[in-house]
């Protein structure tokens, strides 16, 4: 088996040079390669954020706090421990005095604050999470190990966002700063954080390299030693990965097609994991757009469209939504969801200004992605029967962020994969509320009083018996107005070499992400 790692490493060094031949030099260090079909756009933790970027990010840098399990739950990580002042507005947490940054420099708290700040003052990535109930000078060291937020009201789900938010070094970030840019520049392509890997090369659109910090301060859950570091590949084309993994070019691979992903998993040195994700799939309509602002149009869309394809597609590797809210979010509720029945669909369509259809609408989806092309096919069938014409358009990810950010150019159909970033309830009905509008999970520009007021209602409850009944109104009147075709919770899907120990996983994770701490190569 080891001469096979080793053969296969030299193989991947002919395509992606040098590092991997490094690896050869180092007494037989194994560097995992996986192959992934998103590129990492940056790698900064107060940017945006997607799949590959907080894959890389969660590798890099720390945070307070950290997602594990299933059912997911918060552990420390920075923080040792923490409490909460009885009328739930002061939070502090005590620091790990052992932990330090790559380079050297101790995780202190003032670090902290100035991380927690950074994002805030940017307003970008994981902002939106906390801006709306912390401000930055609210956010205090009150010891060298020891922190302090005082939030500017009650808010139930403020730690399970913590583990997004992640502390970098300001001694490396600020003589780093660029004309007031919070060192975005910089920190897009370098490495400030106190991970368990520091970043080796950044060869963007092709290869990420990731060293393994053997002197992490938290140590690792392994003992292999000769765990050199990981390569995140990019392979754009599913058929591709799965040769790669097949050859053993590549030792995990993302995003792999139900055809692929069976493929593979009959293969005996292949493992697979297929397990419940909280993500959900569905077509995002522009609620404010040419067509797509006749909530009857909306529902006409939705009542024809037909549902078991989507089951189809994935092999029977997916389920249904049943709500607005995917299954492990807390307090979701069964809600009658549209299925496929043309006699209502038309019923709806005859409310509008095109009783008898001769429009045509626009549905956009990831170029490549195989699953949301056959998606777009089946839609485009369904409304031949009430004389809608579809145009599909494949755009690359970025594009279609691009397009999503403004009511003008948002499609009238966006297909999205959606990762809620916690369990609690806010983390879905966010992206019904206006401060999400722009963003590619709010891209249907909802607008409803009614609904905007009953979210930050239940955003300021603390007491869950209290939050619960709100959550069950807010996920019917999201249902009721119809803002996309609500579609499946899929399975998350890996599959890897036999040799890949320490894989883990959690529902909490997006849907081609891995936790690459506890990974490593065992021959």
Do not use: C
């Not at 590797?317 to 995917?326: E, V």
């Not at 009721?480 to 120990?501: H, K, N, S």
Request: proline residues 6%; without cysteine; negative net charge.
């Amino acid at each position: 088996m080891k001469l096979r790692m080793l053969t296969s490493a030299m193989a991947l060094a002919a395509t992606l040079v040098s590092p991997v031949q490094a690896a050869e030099k180092r007494d037989g260090e194994f560097w995992m390669v996986i192959g992934g079909r998103q590129a990492v756009s940056h790698i900064d933790p107060g940017q945006s954020y997607d799949y590959s970027i907080r894959m890389m990010t969660q590798a890099l840098y720390d945070g307070l706090v950290k997602y594990s399990g299933n059912p997911p739950e918060v552990e420390p990580w920075l923080a040792t421990d923490w409490t909460t002042s009885e009328d739930g507005l002061t939070w502090t947490f005590n620091l790990a005095e052992s932990a330090t940054f790559h380079n050297g420099d101790p995780v202190t708290a003032e670090a902290v604050v100035y991380s927690y700040q950074r994002v805030l003052e940017m307003n970008e990535g994981v902002a939106w999470m906390l801006s709306d109930i912390l401000k930055p000078e609210n956010i205090k060291a009150t010891g060298e190990h020891t922190v302090e937020f005082t939030l500017d009201r009650p808010y139930a789900p403020f730690l399970s966002f913590l583990p997004w938010w992640f502390v970098v070094n300001p001694a490396q970030v600020e003589p780093n700063v660029v004309d007031g840019d919070f060192g975005k520049a910089w920190l897009s392509e370098n490495d400030a954080g106190s991970g368990p890997y520091e970043l080796e090369r950044f060869d963007q659109g092709t290869a990420y390299w990731l060293r393994r910090d053997d002197d992490y301060w938290k140590g690792f859950p392994y003992e292999a030693e000769d765990m050199g570091g990981i390569i995140y590949r990019l392979i754009q084309e599913s058929s591709s990965q799965r040769a790669a993994l097949m050859s053993g070019e590549a030792d995990l691979v993302t995003d792999l097609t139900p055809e692929e992903f069976e493929v593979v998993g009959a293969r005996p040195d292949i493992e697979v994991s297929s397990t419940p994700a909280l993500t959900t799939f569905g077509l995002k309509m522009n609620t404010q757009g040419e067509y797509m602002s006749d909530v009857n149009l909306r529902k006409a869309v939705a009542h024809a469209f037909d549902y078991e394809t989507f089951v189809q597609v994935y092999n029977g590797n997916a389920k249904l939504q049943t709500s607005p809210f995917a299954d492990a979010i807390r307090g979701k509720v069964e809600i009658d969801m549209p299925r496929k029945d043309i006699e209502k669909a038309k019923e709806y369509l005859g409310k509008t200004e095109w009783p008898e259809g001769g429009i045509t609408l626009e549905y956009v989806y990831v170029q490549g992605l195989e699953q949301q092309r056959q998606m777009g096919l089946s839609l485009l069938n369904s409304l031949k029967e009430l004389n809608i014409e579809l145009e599909m358009v494949p755009l690359t990810w970025p594009n279609m962020v691009a397009r999503a950010s403004s009511i003008e150019e948002s499609p009238d159909l966006l297909a999205i994969f959606a990762t809620p970033v916690s369990t609690d309830p806010d983390a879905v009905a966010i992206q019904y509320h206006p401060s999400s509008h722009g963003k590619y999970y709010g891209s249907h520009f909802l607008e409803d009083e009614e609904l905007k007021a009953m979210i930050e209602e239940a955003r300021r409850i603390s007491d869950w018996e209290e939050r619960a009944p709100i959550y069950a109104k807010i996920q019917q009147r999201i249902a009721d107005l119809q803002p996309e075709i609500f579609g499946m919770l899929r399975q998350r899907q890996f599959a890897y070499r036999t040799y890949v120990q320490g894989y883990v996983d959690s529902p909490i994770r997006m849907t081609g992400e891995v936790d690459l701490y506890p990974l490593y190569i065992q021959p």
